[in-house]
Every structure is written in C-alpha cells, then in structure tokens.
C-alpha cells in the first residue's frame, strides 16, 4: 500500500533526518497520521460528516471490480515474494503438529538462490518474531495469529482452522516482506532460507537473548515525564481504535451465532414441505418448489457465515493484536525517552563543569530519535495498510450481503409460476 516498499540501500538512516526538537513538547500530531483519510470528497454527507458516494456501480460485483483497479496501481517494483501454503499434519510419537510450506522467490543479492522452499510450524513462526522484536525494537513487528484460540473452531487440526492460520501465517509474512526495514533482517533470512532452523535457533541464543534484554528492561527504572503531545495522540487513537474493533467483533460473533442458529431452524423447515407433498399430490409440484427454495436459502445463508467468519472476522482480530504490538512499542520509545532525560538532570546536577555532554547521553538521545523516525514511519505505514485492509473488508461484506439477498430473491421467485399455475381442483 501506499508507495511500496523501498530497498534498505534507498533509505536515509533515521538519524539523518530526524532532530533533537522531534523529541520537545512543541510536536504537534499529525491529522493523516492518526486518522483515516476519507477516499473521496464529494457533495453529499452524513450527519456525522462522512462523505458519500453517490455514484453506483453496475452490479454489486463490481464494488470489489473497482476497488482492485484503485489498489493495483502500485509503481513499485519488488523484489522479495513469499508465500505459505500446502499445511501438512505431522503424527509423532510425542506431539502432532501442522506443518506449512514457505516458498520464496527473490532476486535480492542477500539471497544465494533465487527460489527456496521449506517447511515452518507455528513455532518457528514464532521465533522469528521474537528474533524481530530483539533486533529490531525500534520497529512495529506484525502479529501473529493466536496460537490455540481461534474462536468458533474447537479442533485445531480440523480444516477450518489450519486454512484460517495458513491465510494469517501468510499475511504475517507478506507483512515483513513489506517492510523496508524488517524484510532485510538476518533472522528472516534464516527463516525463509535455512532446510534445519532448529540449528540456528539454539546458535547464538544466549548473546542474542542478552541484547534483546538490555534494550527491553535496561530502562524499567526510569520514568517519563510526560509524552511529547504527538506520541500521546497515537495512544490515544490506539486505545480507542482496540476499543471500537473489540466492539465490532463482539456484535459480529453474535450476528454469526443468530445466522447459525436461523440456519439450523430453516434446514428443520424446508423437509416438511417435501414431506406435505408427498400427501397431497395436487399440490406437490409448488410444495416441492417452496422446499427447493428453503434449501437455496439455506445454502446462501451458510455461505455468508462462513464468509463472515473466515474473511472478516480475522482481519478484526489481526487489527486488535497489531495495535498492542504498536502499544508496546510505543512504550518501549517511552522508556527510552525517561532514561534520557534522567541522564540529562544527573549531568545537570554535577557540580563540575564539563566541555560537552557525555557520550552516553549524547547515545541514548540518538536512540530517541532513532524511536521517533521509526515509530512514525512505521504509524504511517500501518495507517495506509489499515484504510485499505478496512476498505476492502467493508466492500467484500457488502458485497457478500449483496449477493446473499440476491440469490434469496431469486430462489423466491422462481416458485411463483408455481404458485400461480396451479391447477384448478373439482
């Protein structure tokens, strides 16, 4: 989305376009930046002020038809695809798991090859994103889907459910292949490339563990003072938007249950027209047509829930995990910003006079605006993928609604000649 993402080698170190002032009471929060931007400006409003579209397309299909022209164009040119697919289930003597190949095609000169495939399981998945949030604190690393609750599946090795997390496992992916940052990580390398991850998992471990750790709790005892006023508008927005997305997926949950409930009485319904007919045969024919017809709408409705619950309902829970991750890095750049300005007022409150400010001030300001370049860099990024992500669901649903009452319409009346022509009795 947006401009696509960029080679490493393009890119300006943060450091180079971001300043001390970045870091000062004066920043002032950015409009794009927190809010969603309207598609359009048109004439017509609502009376909550949202814009409307008063154009209509030619059928409902072409909602999505349309939306794909805006998104597709993208100038950009990639050079990292990813791909997880092929689950595979793995009886041991001690577990069984689900196993998912992860192709990859490249022609970035950090890769040997230009196409690898290997086999993940959730847990490597897992690593890696702990390997992302250690090296790259700065950065907001995109969620991973729950690893045992997906709600509305009991059997985690039942097909529902190992489409369900292959369809996010692949999101995940094609969310750090996007990332000009996060897609050239060693640890990612590894994942995509490595046939034995086990080896590496246990290389290296302890050092690694160690970094991870001095960026993550080194700076636990300090304090801040008060978010720069840019910062505590992104919380802000943060909390209220995991709110309002905790809200809608509670209500859709409910609407999918009711929808299933409906469904078991209408598959209860339609038999006993069959069955009425089969007593009276002057009027089987358009008993038979009303018991067809049931049996349509059953099949529509079941459709629309298994599209409510295997389209939109993770995209809701995908969004609620993704701003606690930006949550936590959002305090992490807090707490980096707390030991700052503690180390400025310890060398304030020495006596001796010193030429300049000590190294390790002048260090630990850098990685407050090393936070504050990619923390809004990576806002921004995850804004655009939110309007389009949201776009399209919004769209995919009133589509599929659409073409729900459609298919009911149409199976109602297709019995009506029945109904009509029924023949005269004596």
């Known amino acids: ?26 920043l002032t929060p950015s409009p794009d930046l927190l809010l969603p931007r309207s598609i359009a400006d048109k004439d017509l409003s609502l009376p909550n002020g949202t814009p409307v579209d008063t154009s209509s397309p030619a059928s409902s299909s072409s909602l999505l038809n349309r939306l794909q022209l805006d998104d ?14 092929d689950p595979k289930k793995h009886v041991c003597t001690m577990e069984t798991y689900i196993t998912y190949r992860v192709t990859t095609k490249t022609t970035r000169a950090e890769f040997d090859l230009p196409e690898y495939s290997v086999r993940r399981r959730y847990q490597d998945f897992d690593w890696l994103r702990n390997k992302l949030e250690e090296s790259q604190p700065t950065h907001l690393i995109p969620p991973l889907p729950e690893k045992f609750v ?19 496992l692949d999101k995940f992916l094609k969310r750090i292949t996007d990332h000009p940052v996060l897609s050239f990580n060693e640890h990612f390398n590894v994942f995509l490339t490595a046939k034995d991850l086990n080896a590496y998992k246990k290389q290296g471990m302890a050092l690694l563990s160690k970094m991870g750790e001095s960026v993550k709790y080194v700076t636990g005892g300090y304090k801040l003072r008060s978010r720069p006023l840019e910062f505590a508008a992104i919380g802000e ?16 949950q409910r609407i999918i249950k009711e929808q299933l409930e409906y469904l078991v009485e209408l598959r209860e319904y339609g038999p006993v027209y069959s069955t009425w007919g089969g ?8 008993l038979e047509g009303v018991s067809a017809c049931i049996g349509n709408c059953c099949t529509a ?4 829930s298994e599209d409510m619950t295997e389209d939109f309902l993770p995209v809701l829970r995908e969004y609620i995990l993704y701003s606690e991750s930006m949550k936590n890095v959002l305090k992490k750049r807090d707490q980096v910003q707390a030991e700052y300005e503690a180390k400025l007022e ?13 190294t390790d ?3 630990c300001q850098d990685r407050v605006e090393c936070f504050n370049a990619d923390l809004k860099a990576d806002m921004e990024r995850w804004q655009n993928n939110k309007r389009q992500d949201f776009r399209q669901l919004l769209m995919g649903m009133a589509d599929k609604n659409i073409q729900y009452y459609e298919k009911c319409l149409t199976a109602w009346e297709s019995i009506i000649p029945l109904l009509q022509d029924k023949p005269e009795t004596k």
């Not at 993208?74 to 990292?80: C, K, N, S, V």
């Not at 007593?279 to 358009?286: A, D, G, K, Q, T």
């Open 361 to 363: 001030v002048e260090k």
């Open 72 to 85: 597709d164009l993208d100038g950009e040119t990639r050079d990292l695809f990813v791909t997880v697919d």
């Open 1 to 26: 989305p947006g401009s696509g993402p960029k080679s490493l080698r393009e890119m300006p170190h943060p450091l180079a376009t971001s300043s001390s002032e970045e870091m000062g009471p004066a």
């Open 301 to 304: 409705l079941e459709e629309l």
């Open 346 to 358: 310890a060398v304030a409150l020495k006596k001796e006079d010193r030429p300049k400010v000590p």
């Open 279 to 286: 007593l009276e045969v002057e009027l089987s024919e358009p």
């Open 150 to 168: 997906v709600k509305g599946v009991v059997d985690r090795f039942s097909e529902e459910f190992v489409e369900t997390r292959r369809k996010a």
């Open 237 to 252: 927005y943060l909390d209220t938007f995991s709110l309002k997305l905790g809200t809608i997926d509670r209500i859709a």
